[in-house]
């Protein structure tokens, strides 16, 4: 994806606005940075752009470690098998396919009601009564008033069985945030002609598919940028996801996000590497309208209705020849498929 240098963009905007960028007062950028922020939203989400839409594979669990120790109840998608389980009881380096420590996480269990008095070996699926659960023998023994499915302790025989709830969550450890959801499919669309969209919907929890597939491709929107900066500054506290310019003073600058929250000195500024920022990306197929489209909200402060009608029209001019360019290389791409087949 090219991208814009916010300086750029905020130069263009000046100068459709009547302003001159070298003598902008601080009130004017500070406006300038709310109009081209509302601009940037405006556009993000009118369109499935195809250069802020990504396609990614992903899991409802995380994947097994063997050097994690896990507590009963942790669930893992393990890819030698391909399937999910669920710790039975504490464990740390025993595989999910070991009976005494693992079951499989499924969508729903079988199994006969518990009975005092029955020798269980290890891996049996039972249903207490008591409380409506399922459970699965991680140790084999025989069934009494005190080897109950529920009891603890030195009388822990059996792990409860989770129903798996098949969702990807919003943000997952080493994965891109989730923004806007487009689409699920059960490959990559990108590379397969003959993936299928899944049936999804959004919660609290992330993106569940409905009796899905163990691994899911998600097509989402990137999450909006914010736009709202601050000069960057050595000795600052910086949380996660707050933005600066940089460099701080000067004509030219970009704007970068905090990774991760820091304290920056000159040997961590944005530019260096393995600095915990990331450079906020700015389509360049979008300073059009956002130049045009700050410049008009700049010209209605100042009252200047037809300057600011004017800038108006350019700015929705060129977001249509963006959305028709899009659209015609999007059907061009949709015709070779079909010739491809």
């Known amino acids: 994806m090219e991208v814009t240098k916010y300086s750029d963009l905020l130069k263009r905007a000046c100068a459709l606005g009547q ?9 004017d950028s500070d406006l300038l940075m709310v109009y081209i922020d509302q601009r ?3 556009i993000w989400e009118y369109y499935d752009w195809p250069d ?3 396609v990614e594979k992903r899991y409802y669990r995380p994947l097994y470690a063997a050097a994690l120790n896990y507590d009963a109840g942790y669930e893992v998608y393990y890819p030698s098998e391909k399937k999910y389980y669920q710790t ?5 380096g025993n595989a999910p396919t070991s009976t005494a420590h693992w079951a499989e996480s499924k969508q729903s269990y079988a199994g006969d009601s518990w009975v005092t008095g029955t020798s269980y070996v290890v891996g049996d699926t039972v249903l207490y009564d008591v409380d409506g659960l399922y459970y699965t023998a991680h140790t084999a023994h025989t069934a009494s008033g005190t080897l109950t499915p529920d009891a603890t302790g030195g009388n822990d025989k ?4 989770t129903e798996l709830d098949k969702y990807v969550a919003w943000e997952q450890t080493g994965e891109n945030k989730i923004g806007d959801v487009l689409e699920v499919w059960d490959y990559n669309p990108r590379t397969n002609n003959k993936s299928e969209p899944q049936p999804f919907y959004q919660s609290e929890n992330g993106v569940q598919v409905l009796n899905g597939p163990n691994i899911v491709y998600v097509e989402y929107r990137q999450l909006l940028p914010s736009l709202f900066f601050s000069p960057w500054a050595t000795g600052s506290d910086y949380d996660e996801d707050d933005v600066v310019r940089f460099p701080a003073t000067g004509a030219e600058f970009d704007l970068y996000k905090a990774t991760s929250g820091h304290t920056p000195s000159s040997s961590n500024d944005p530019k260096d590497s393995n600095a915990p920022w990331a450079l906020t990306q700015i389509p360049r197929d979008f300073s059009a309208y956002l130049s045009h489209g700050a410049a008009s909200s700049m010209l209605q402060t100042d009252e200047k ?3 600011a009608l004017a800038q108006e029209q350019y700015a929705e001019r060129a977001l249509m020849e ?3 360019r899009v659209e015609r290389q999007e059907q061009q791409q949709k015709e070779f498929k079909v010739l491809q087949r």
Do not use: C
């Not at 039975?88 to 740390?92: A, E, Y």
């Open 305 to 307: 209705e037809q300057l």
């Open 52 to 54: 802020i839409k990504r």
């Open 19 to 27: 302003r001159v960028y070298s003598e902008l007062s601080n009130d």
């Open 158 to 161: 059996w792990g409860v069985l």
């Open 322 to 324: 963006l959305l028709d």
């Open 88 to 92: 039975l009881k504490t464990t740390q």
């Open 40 to 42: 940037f939203k405006q």
